[in-house]
């Protein structure tokens, strides 16, 4: 089955601290891709990373990073020195042909 | 602005009512994928349509309906309601999933609110 798994349904941590949300997913296909997205307390679901299932290279995006193993079929995201303005609920999500699943979501929330 | 466009934004309505939610895909794209989101749940895949036609179900009720028109806007039909439907609803478009442009783009959500 087309899965996506995001064990981490709360976490909570103090301004600064470093946090790495979890996503395992399951595939048959060999070709598919990664996602993950954000959804602030506003509600609008913002896109912050495509990862194609090729391409294993980690990748940096100022605060953000995300660390992708097809070994433990994970799509790790971290945020170094966390904000408040990190708080917020995260998805990972899945796509492979003509379809896409996103997991249950970890919400963040990042204390002053 | 992600190009996706929902309407309406806020719906109240009575239980035992129909409502029709509206998404207008971005130019260009082909894939529709409708999500209901519950007060505080993750993301529940509906339905998806690419280019007219239906790809795939989720956990959809059977009191809900979808369709893709030839101008590719989507309508979610949600009928009999029940306060438990209440929820916010995404409406999310892409050229295709599964290729080099398979990033989606979601509308801004209609929220609907049964009393």
């Known amino acids: 089955a087309q899965k996506v798994t995001q064990a981490q349904t709360e976490i909570s941590v103090v301004e600064k601290e470093d946090v790495t949300l979890d996503c395992v997913y399951e595939t048959r296909d060999t070709t598919y891709y990664l996602f993950w997205y954000k959804q602030p307390p506003s509600g609008e679901l913002v896109f912050l990373i495509r990862?194609?299932?090729?391409?294993?290279q980690n990748e940096i995006s100022g605060r953000y990073s995300w660390n992708f193993q097809k070994s433990t079929s994970s799509f790790n995201f971290t945020i170094t020195a966390s904000q408040v303005v990190d708080s917020a609920v995260y998805f990972c999500?899945?796509?492979?042909?003509?379809?896409?699943?996103f997991g249950a979501g970890t919400r963040l929330t990042v204390k002053p | 602005d992600s190009g996706v466009t929902q309407t309406p934004k806020h719906l109240i309505t009575a239980t035992g009512q129909r409502v029709t939610l509206r998404c207008s895909p971005r130019?260009?794209?082909?894939?529709v994928y409708w999500y209901q989101q519950s007060l505080d749940q993750g993301l529940q895949f509906l339905i998806h349509?690419?280019?007219?036609?239906?790809?795939a179900k989720g956990n959809i009720l059977e009191r809900f309906s979808a369709q893709q028109f030839p101008d590719l806007h989507s309508e979610l039909n949600l009928s009999s309601l029940e306060l438990g439907d209440s929820a916010l609803y995404f409406c999310?478009?892409?050229?295709?999933?599964?290729?080099?442009?398979?990033?989606?783009?979601f509308g801004q959500g209609t929220r609907l609110t049964v009393v």
């Open positions: 999310a478009s892409s050229v295709a999933f599964g290729t080099a442009q398979s990033e989606a783009f």
């Open positions: 990862r194609n299932s090729f391409d294993e």
């Open positions: 349509y690419y280019n007219g036609e239906e790809r």
């Open positions: 999500a899945l796509s492979w042909n003509n379809d896409m699943r």
């Open positions: 130019s260009g794209d082909l894939s």
